[in-house]
């Protein structure tokens, strides 16, 4: 779709990087500056010009991009939308309430699109903290903070009149208002409000707009939020963008409101009573660009769409902005119009966690449809280490603060009440955002419901999302497990390994097959979504599908470098059967192999994120334990890491086929 950039300056030179790999074609350019649009048109071979209606009349431009300075959106905008043009606007959509209503007025009368920048709210790092909105870790938000410290302008611009003319408010100040409201929904009122004027008086250019705001405004569904923008505050100081949110269960921060992508340590959740915990990026980094709003956009013209919720948003933080200035000028509490926020307000304000489970799922190389969508990595809760057995109740707490959605559970880890208390306890995940995979113990086949009823009393929830074998071998039964965390170690083996008294192991007369129509009777009383088997071969695999009525939706094998299983990974894949790793990193050895040393330093992160990768690119979800705060949230950012075909070729050299524990 074609396209006419208005304004050629430094953000034009950022929507213009994008171009190239864009679907959109720029047919020209305009700026009052003709020098200024004339280069910036012969760099990207289109038309230029210097008068905005010229450019209208001669480009068959859809889409005006407008690219002006803050002062002339609202003109700009408002002379495309009379010559029947789409506008997609940078922030702010205009400096007054009133002239954002009257665009979006004309944009509704005239049939067309209107969409403002920024397009923040859909990057990384926000909705990740969307997620954890949505998830209800927070509970009710109470409070918030937000600065917006865009710094000494006269310092890092080379244009600063712009901003000096209109203040931090209507730019830096839109980024976390845009948050909010996106988040929260309309702001109803401007409880108290003050500006400055502070500024070095050496400085040759001074703001003519209060250079330090205050505000502390009050949300209709969310929290009070106290912000602050400021010139005087240089962009360098600590707290730049950040944005925390407190609520009744946990507090969140984001350490750039404005930021387009996501790092490790982007976004932290802190529980109440608990350390921030990092919340890294699970999927590959979507790596957003400015003129990814402006695809968007053009994609729903194309659509015969007629979009304008974004510029109702847009038009609301203007008027929440103008509300501001009032309240501190005249002192006490100003409301703040809707501007439209609340009518058809698009898309739902916060990502909902299914949507954003798909989002970070992991399904590379699996055949079918039907396969289940698992997140990219998930967490062990075994308490069995080299030997030993480890408390694991605060290793859980953090998996579950830094954002796993897959706790993978057996009865014999004796632990389920301890999760179950974690859960349970404000500020856990809510528990449709979780896949919950629970193990029936070899001593239990026979008994597979009451262990199956028994464990999910342990959880606190009604149903597993998949319920599995842990073994295909049957033991003999010794009556219920429970909370075997809490008996001696050697009582808890006797109940679990039982021995006849020659020593040998005391087996049930089950076979495979019978193991797996008890464990379907957990499925047909809907006390499990889906059903598993793990340590199986590919024929064991193959009876229990020769016998299900509820084929295995999941697969859980040892896999790691040493021990590919590629075969048996193969097997499920082609028949949508999800396959999970477990024990994926602890194959004594396998951290210190060079080939993944190797691999870890071209990459600048460690060897077990490289296994970690090594699993998801292939498909497979690993589901590494850690009691090591450090290794629990890289082993999850490791998911979002996928590697290339050579790397995984100079892993495949790891492979032992002799390899034995
Ligand atoms: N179905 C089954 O029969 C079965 C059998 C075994 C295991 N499992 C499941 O698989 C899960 C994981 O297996 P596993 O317990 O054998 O452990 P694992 O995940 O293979 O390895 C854990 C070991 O790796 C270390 N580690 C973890 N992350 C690290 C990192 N980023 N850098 C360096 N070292 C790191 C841990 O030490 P730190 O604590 O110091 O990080 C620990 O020593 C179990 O919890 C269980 O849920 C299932």
């Known amino acids: 779709m074609n396209c006419l950039f208005v ?12 171009l190239p790999e864009s679907p959109l074609t720029l047919a020209g350019v305009c700026d009052l500056d003709a020098d200024r649009a004339a280069e ?56 007054d309430a009133d002239a954002a209503r009257d665009l ?22 926000q909705r990740i903290a969307a997620r954890a909105i949505g998830d209800g870790r927070l509970g009710r938000v109470g409070l918030a903070t937000a600065h917006a410290h865009v710094g000494r302008v006269t310092e890092w611009h080379d244009r600063p009149d712009s901003f000096l003319e209109v203040g931090p408010l209507y730019d830096g100040g839109v980024y976390p208002l845009s948050l909010l409201v996106a988040w929260f929904g309309p702001a109803t009122e401007v409880r108290v409000a003050d500006a400055l004027d502070t500024w070095p008086e050496r400085e040759e250019q001074s703001p003519t707009a209060p250079s330090h705001v205050e505000a502390t405004i009050a949300f209709a569904d969310g929290p009070t939020a106290r912000l602050t923008a400021s010139f005087y505050v240089p962009h360098r100081a600590r707290e730049f963008y950040g944005l925390e949110l407190h609520g009744d269960d946990g507090s969140l921060s984001l350490d750039d409101a404005g930021a387009m992508t996501a790092e490790r340590d ?15 990026p699970q999927a590959p980094a979507d790596g957003s660009t400015h003129l990814d709003g402006v695809e968007r956009f053009a994609a729903a013209i194309a659509d015969g769409r007629r979009p304008r919720e974004r510029a109702r948003r847009g038009a ?29 307000p698009g898309p739902a304000p916060v990502v909902r966690p299914e949507a954003e489970q798909r989002r970070g799922a992991s399904t590379t190389g699996v055949a079918r449809s039907s396969a289940i969508r698992l997140p990219s990595v998930g967490f062990g809760c075994s308490r069995y280490r080299d030997g030993e057995y480890v408390d694991r109740e605060e290793s859980v707490a953090t998996a579950l603060d830094a954002g796993y959605r897959l706790l993978d559970s057996a009865e014999l880890y004796g632990n389920e009440h301890r999760i179950g208390d974690l859960l349970a306890a404000p500020g856990a995940p809510e528990r449709e955002s979780l896949f919950l995979l629970g193990k029936v113990w070899n001593t239990n086949h026979e008994h597979v419901l009451e262990a199956c009823r028994g464990s999910l009393d342990e959880l606190g929830v009604d149903a597993f999302d998949c319920y599995a074998l842990h073994w295909p071998d049957s033991w003999a039964y010794r009556g219920a497990l429970e909370r075997l965390a809490e008996k001696p170690v050697d009582a808890a083996e006797e109940l679990t390994f039982p021995a006849e008294e020659s020593g040998e192991r005391a087996t049930a007369d089950l076979s495979l097959a019978e193991s797996w129509r008890n464990l379907e009777a957990a499925h047909e009383q809907g006390l499990a979504r889906t059903l598993g088997v793990c340590n199986v071969d590919r024929e064991q695999l193959a009876t229990v599908l020769a016998v299900a009525n509820v084929p295995p939706a999941v697969v859980q094998i040892e896999r790691h470098p040493y021990q590919p299983r590629s075969e048996l990974v193969e097997f499920c894949h ?10 994926p990193l602890s194959a004594p050895g396998l951290l210190d192999e060079s080939v993944l040393a190797e691999i870890a330093a071209e990459r600048d992160c460690s ?12 498909g497979v979800v690993p589901i590494p334990a850690s009691n090591d705060s450090e290794h629990v949230v890289d082993n999850l ?3 979002s890491l996928r590697l290339d075909a050579s790397e995984m070729r100079r892993i495949a050299t790891l492979a032992d086929p002799a390899f034995e524990r």
Not at 104 to 125: F, K, M, S, V, Y
């Open 104 to 125: 979006l007025d004309r944009a509704e009368n005239a049939g067309l699109g209107l969409a403002c920048a920024p397009i923040t709210p859909d990057c990384d790092a």
């Open 574 to 583: 082609d028949r949508g059967i999800r396959v999970i790793a477990h024990s």
């Open 637 to 639: 950012h490791a998911g």
């Open 7 to 18: 304004g050629a300056g430094a953000v034009a030179e950022q929507y213009a990087a994008a």
């Open 316 to 344: 609301h933080v203007v008027a929440i902005c103008e509300a501001i200035e009032t309240a501190a000028a005249e002192s006490g509490p100003v409301s703040i119009p809707d501007c439209g926020a609340t009518a058809d």
């Open 266 to 280: 982007s976004v932290s959740f802190g529980r109440a009573g608990r350390e921030y915990t990092p919340m890294p």
């Open 607 to 618: 060897p077990a994120a490289v296994v970690v990768a090594w699993n998801v690119t292939a």
């Open 40 to 95: 910036f048109a012969a760099a990207r071979d289109c038309a230029a010009f210097a008068d905005l209606d010229a450019a209208l009349a001669e480009t068959d431009a859809e889409i005006v991009v407008n690219l002006t300075s803050h002062a002339a959106h609202a003109g700009v905008t408002r002379s495309c939308l009379d010559a029947g043009v789409h506008v997609y606007s940078e922030k702010p959509l205009a400096l």
